[in-house]
């Protein structure tokens, strides 16, 4: 079974450069593309010293964002016949022998998404519940929503087995069928940046593809180098609950007065996050 990987780099040159040095030989990887999605920094001149029949990288002209970036070198990959492919940061530190297994995962079992725990600093990403409108007009109420975020989480009871069933994944690293990938059509290319995750979860439920965390397998993510040094902090939250309302309207089919309402707490939460920034001092 072929199987290659897709790292999308924006700005980040040092931090994908690394990750090339470290995976370059792994065995399990037949191809490895890096998209450069425009970046400024000459990322991609430097990274072309990479490549040769294994390692890729292609340029996009300008920058796509998450979803489009990562379905630029996802379309890159429809001629070379692979199985598997996965979708990772370059800030995600990884085994070859992870690999190995997330592909026996994906052999043995009636699964389309395989993806690891996810260490994030400490905190273990494994998974959660495709959230519905009460979740997200929580997570719009400020100092609330972590409560939003509870309610989307599994049990730690529910992770005993090894393979365990969950509605999204870390959109940080997972591995899935790429002919299953290709028949919803890949990410959404509405969204430029974050809710990637709950929509794939959602296009993936739609079909019946189903998704799965191997408990006994841990990646280590540095959490988002690229998107910290080009947005501002105000400017990410921006674009996520533009995200938001998109995922809502297209996928749980959002009525007029939820819209209403979603945006209007959107509106109160920004106005007091702003207010936040100019009495810390913020310059953000």
Not at 216 to 221: A, F, G, L, Q, T
Request: net charge positive; hydrophobic share 35%.
């Amino acid at each position: 079974m072929k199987t290659a990987i897709v790292i999308l780099n924006y700005n980040d040159y040092s931090t994908t450069y690394d990750m090339l040095e470290r995976i370059k030989d792994y065995k399990s990887l037949d191809l490895i593309v890096v998209v450069d999605n425009n970046s400024q920094d000459d990322s991609y001149k430097k990274l072309k010293v990479f490549e040769n029949n294994k390692i890729n990288v292609i340029k996009t002209d300008k920058n796509l964002g998450y979803a489009n970036g990562n379905n630029f070198g996802l379309n890159y990959l429809i001629d070379k016949n692979i199985d598997y492919v996965i979708i990772s940061n370059p800030d995600v530190y990884f085994k070859d022998n992870d690999i190995i297994k997330l592909k026996i995962d994906l052999e043995k079992n009636d699964i389309s998404l395989i993806a690891p725990i996810v260490d994030e600093n400490g905190k273990k990403s494994r998974g959660w519940k495709l959230p519905h409108f009460k979740e997200d007009l929580i997570s719009n109420i400020n100092y609330f929503h972590k409560y939003g975020d509870k309610l989307l989480s599994y049990k730690d009871s529910y992770y005993s087995k090894e393979l365990v069933n969950v509605d999204v994944v870390s959109g940080c690293f997972f591995m899935i069928k790429y002919n299953d990938f290709k028949k919803i059509d890949f990410f959404d290319s509405n969204t430029f940046l974050y809710y990637e995750e709950n929509i794939l979860g959602s296009k993936l439920k739609s079909k019946n593809y189903k998704s799965y965390i191997d408990t006994s397998i841990k990646v280590n993510h540095m959490l988002s180098v690229s998107v910290d040094k080009s947005f501002n902090s105000l400017k990410k939250y921006k674009m996520l609950k533009d995200s938001q309302l998109y995922y809502e309207k297209t996928y749980n089919h959002l009525n007029i007065f939820g819209i209403i309402l979603l945006r209007l707490f959107y509106y109160v939460s920004y106005f007091i996050s702003y207010l936040c920034k100019l009495i810390t001092g913020g310059k953000k």
